[in-house]
């Protein structure tokens, strides 16, 4: 099913636990709130993740850094889901379900 994911337990169902990959990087945004992974160069991913109204709501350590807080849009299509940042105003990246 392609389009938007607006709810936490569509979130949840589709996307959450589930492995994501971009090229040399991978994360995996777990159903208990944490997220891991592995960025481009290896550097450890590290953060925690809760729902808020229709927004995927983030706080990810990386590369030795707390990046900001954002509020993404979450929408997906067969194997790829996208977030784009700053609630759908910013950069979107696309991943592939692994």
Known sequence: MAGNITTE???????AGKRLVDGNSW???NPDGTVEGVGPDQQP???TWSWSETFYRRSIHF???DLPEDLQ????DGDRVSFAHQRGAGETITWSIG
């Open 9 to 15: 337990q569509d979130f949840l169902e589709q996307v």
């Open 27 to 29: 994360v995996i945004i």
């Open 45 to 47: 991913v590290s953060g």
């Open 63 to 65: 590369d030795g850094k």
């Open 73 to 76: 849009v979450v929408s997906i």
